[in-house]
């Protein structure tokens, strides 16, 4: 092990509870004793890649991807870092946040992601177009972001992001693109599932009836079965907002699922982590599910790999007068996960499939 690396394992050992650090993947890591640790610091500087004009005032987030367990480790967490570049087109991150920490807990990967609208952007492992990136490390890394052009695709370029939070919203505005680029070639991103030039809307109304919330909870009053608006219905979401009739806020019931989103499901995964402050993956429903007990709301959130879908369900305080009850839900939920299906979309969001390139 380089110097460097063996240095670093040796702090992060030392201090007990924080995680021991692999080697890392990244390609360059092999050629620069500087560059040969996960935990950082990563810098380096970003050019248009026309012109090599420094491009000043993009977000640049670095994201260290953690496990947990002996053997068969599972999946434990993310630390998430962000800054933007300078008037040189210049960034630094600080070593890993440390907030991440545990028994038999490993510092398992790192990722850097860098996002300035009109650019395409850029990830440390994967270029745009596929494929796996071999130039990147750590230290005065040069990153050429080339200009974006109506011949690119919305979709695959969010694919390959696969942003965090920080990113995620700075994206907001290319999502119609996305769907747009999917509806009007007939077919989703690779690795996603197709969707159908007519598109077809995720339907996971049967989830979770009104009778088997009824059953868990004692409450007697209706409930009308709404949409939640906070994210758009699409082939892979579907939020059900069952509102109690009458009644304030803390006596309903929302679940929100995600199926094959094109993405994948670590942003997923990563929503779930900002969403529900500092709650680690527990395993009441799966290996990976997330508890947060507040007397106001409760959330149970899990995600099934086998079937590709993640689920997060809120219940109100006083519909769920215990975590334990919410976990009962998300269980009835998880057990049905088979009886999600698809939709046809109203006639005004079918988009015909002429296989022309999607307008920018």
């Not at 007697?220 to 109690?244: C, S, V, W, Y």
């Not at 994948?264 to 779930?272: E, Y």
Request: aromatic share 8%.
């Amino acid at each position: 092990m380089p110097f460097a690396a063996a240095v670093a394992a040796f702090v992060l050992v030392a201090s007990g509870c924080s995680p021991l650090v692999r080697p890392p993947t990244f390609a360059g890591a092999r050629d620069h004793v500087a560059d040969a640790s996960l935990v950082g610091p990563f810098d380096g500087q970003l050019v248009d890649g026309t012109t090599y004009e420094p491009i000043a005032g993009a977000t640049v987030v670095g994201v260290w991807d953690y496990e947990r367990g002996d053997g068969q480790s599972g999946r434990y967490g993310l630390d998430i870092r962000s800054t933007t570049t300078d008037l040189a087109g210049r960034y630094q991150l600080r070593g890993a946040p440390g907030e991440i920490r545990g028994a038999r807990v490993k510092l398992v990967g790192f990722t850097l992601l860098v996002y300035k609208r009109g650019f395409l952007g850029y990830r440390s492992d994967v270029p745009y177009g596929g494929g796996l990136r071999s130039e990147f490390v750590a230290r005065h890394n040069r990153i050429e972001l080339r200009k974006w052009t109506p011949a690119d695709s919305h979709a695959d370029h969010l694919l390959m992001l696969a942003p965090p939070p920080e990113i995620e919203l700075l994206t907001a505005w290319e999502r119609p693109g996305a769907e747009t680029d999917a509806l009007r070639t007939g077919e989703a991103p690779p690795g996603a599932e197709p969707t159908p030039a007519a598109l077809e809307l995720l339907d996971a109304s049967s989830l979770l009836p009104a009778d088997e919330i009824r059953k868990r909870t004692g409450y007697t009053d209706p409930f009308e079965a709404k949409e939640l608006t906070d994210l758009a219905r699409t082939h892979f979401f579907h939020g059900i907002h069952m509102q109690a009739v009458g009644r304030e806020e803390q006596w309903d019931v929302g679940y929100r699922v995600w199926r094959k989103p094109p993405g994948g499901l670590d942003p997923v995964i990563a929503t779930f982590e900002t969403s529900l402050p500092d709650v680690k993956p527990s395993g009441e429903i799966t290996t990976e599910t997330w508890v947060f007990d507040d007397p106001r709301v409760r959330a149970v959130a899990f995600v099934d790999r086998d079937r590709e879908v993640a689920v997060l369900l809120t219940c109100g305080g006083l519909q769920c007068v215990d975590i334990e009850t919410a976990i009962l839900l998300a269980r009835h939920i998880h057990d049905r996960l088979d009886a999600i299906t698809t939709a046809p979309a109203p006639a005004d969001k079918r988009v015909p499939n002429t296989g022309e390139g999607a307008p920018q």
